[in-house]
């Protein structure tokens, strides 16, 4: 289970998150939607600790994020990153299965390989795949390598960040698929964010919607289109007038 | 206008610089701690070393040998002055051994490295892949700037001393073709004249320069802005932060060494 309670964050006077309350259950799909700019991705980083929150508390499975182990505490997650963030200079079974050639989770290359080529097919591509570079795949390549990356090492936690940004509707359906798929079979609890409300029905166990730096609503998918709440029904729907501003 | 506020820019200015320096030097410290502790990433620093020192032979030998050449030229003109032509040996060994191959190399190294290094760690930056380093347990610190720091440590007193060889050859050649000089004299003069730790402090400053190329440019690829022209900027001051910090390092060690 993730719990934040009271998380601010700052960047100079732009003043991101202004305390965010969340809980994700254990198990369970939480898709946190907002317009660009309203600190979905902060709020993903604040938890991995690659930003470090001026004010409130995290928990993970009961323990204070900051005070847990790095190592042992980001052994946990798997994350995809809305570019993919392959590593240009790495072939694909290397990138998928880096955790898997260092550190505690370390095994022999031939073994780390086999895994990756096994995580590999799971999302639908080919062993062949595993010997090119990232430069050589198309984007909907690198973001289900940059999936079989993420659940290489069979983490608790996935963090999906903007999963179909740049992607065409059809690729877009079959990584929202995949991404179900992948986090039902392995019973991982996934965050995922995105503005994108295809995903959001496609993935979701819960929502949540982050508005001027707080959580301002959550609640299932049905509840969700049912809501009488301006700013998500707003949001839902793409309206171009209601109380979110639609230039910012 | 009063007076005041130039001043206050002034001010300003100077502890800007100041506190630059001292995030770099915590920089270099922070590296220099993360270099004596595992996980050691023995392919990477392999890497580097290929990319720092191997790569950069060509540059550095060509540099060393067109500065060894002209060195020759210049001190035999300026020794007919005064009737030393002979010196030319000495001085162009001597030369090339305590300043120009350690210098120029260092600053032909900062040109080609610490851009690179600042480009590929900037281009990483923005695209997320530092932070996906750190989500896969591993701390970019050790990953990416060890590696380098130790690989241009290590590799750029190599090619200072391959540089040193290809400069005195240099004016060798010229000496033997264009000045009159007889080859086995040459030689003899050269190796006659040159001490051991002409050559010595001359590696030391390689070494020096390699830990502030990688530095500089691990420092500023870590910090690079957002987008290309970030990543461009960062590249800028990687080479210009390297260039300077060369030559004041270059001042320094040549004052602790040969001062009187």
């Known amino acids: 289970m993730i719990e934040l309670a009271g998380v601010h964050k700052a960047f100079g006077a732009n003043r991101v998150l202004r305390g965010v309350d969340l809980r994700v259950e254990q198990g369970s799909s939480m898709v946190v939607i907002g317009g660009s700019g309203t600190g979905k991705s902060v709020l993903l980083k604040c938890i991995l600790g690659l930003v470090t929150p001026e004010a409130g508390s995290i928990r993970v499975a009961g323990e204070a994020a900051n005070r847990a182990s790095r190592e042992a505490f980001l052994a946990r997650f798997g994350m995809l990153f809305q570019g993919g963030a392959l590593f240009d200079s790495l072939p694909v079974w290397q990138n998928v299965a880096f955790r898997l050639l260092r550190g505690a989770m370390k095994r022999p290359a031939a073994e780390a390989r086999d895994i990756a080529v096994e995580k590999l097919r799971r999302v639908g591509l080919q062993p062949e795949v595993a010997e090119l570079y990232p430069a050589e795949l198309s984007g909907g390549m690198q973001k289900r390598v940059g999936l079989a990356r993420a659940i290489a090492a069979a983490p608790q936690i996935i963090f999906f960040d903007e999963p179909t940004t740049g992607l065409d509707p059809i690729m877009a359906g079959v990584i929202n698929e995949l991404i179900r798929e992948i986090v039902v079979e392995m019973g991982a609890t996934a965050v995922t964010i995105t503005h994108d409300m295809r995903s959001v029905r496609a993935i979701a166990d819960h929502v949540a919607m982050l508005h001027d730096g707080v959580i301002r609503w959550t609640g299932t998918v049905t509840q969700m289109d049912a809501t009488p709440d301006p700013y998500v029904h707003q949001f839902v729907n793409g309206l171009g007038h209601g109380p979110i501003a639609a230039v910012r | ?260």
């Open chain 2, 1 to 260: 206008m009063s007076l005041a506020t130039p001043l206050a820019h002034l001010g300003q200015l100077v502890l800007g610089m100041l506190a630059a320096a001292g995030r770099v030097a915590i920089f270099a410290l922070d590296a220099v701690a993360h270099l004596l502790r595992p996980p050691f990433y023995l392919r990477e620093f392999l890497h580097a070393v290929l990319q720092i020192g191997w790569l950069s032979l060509p540059v550095v030998g060509l540099t060393a040998l067109f500065t060894g050449a002209a060195l020759a030229l210049q001190i035999y003109a300026g020794g007919a002055r005064f009737s030393a032509e002979s010196v030319v040996p000495s001085i162009v060994a001597i030369g090339m051994a305590r300043e120009l191959g350690p210098v120029l190399g260092g600053l032909m190294v900062a040109a080609r490295v610490a851009s690179s290094i600042a480009a590929e760690i900037g281009t990483m930056k923005v695209t997320e892949q530092i932070d996906a380093l750190v989500t896969l347990s591993t701390h970019p610190t050790k990953y990416l700037t060890v590696p380098r720091v130790l690989a241009a440590t290590l590799t750029v007193p190599v090619l200072v001393a391959v540089g040193d060889s290809i400069g005195i050859m240099g004016g060798w050649l010229v000496g033997i073709t264009r000045l009159d000089f007889n080859s086995a004299t040459y030689i003899k003069n050269t190796v006659d004249f040159l001490e051991f730790w002409d050559v010595g402090s001359g590696l030391v400053k390689g070494a020096a320069f390699g830990f502030i190329v990688a530095v500089m440019g691990c420092y500023h690829g870590m910090h690079s802005g957002r987008g290309a022209q970030g990543v461009g900027a960062a590249t800028k001051s990687a080479v210009v932060g390297a260039s300077v910090l060369i030559l004041a390092a270059n001042y320094l060690l040549t004052e602790v060494f040969f001062s009187a």
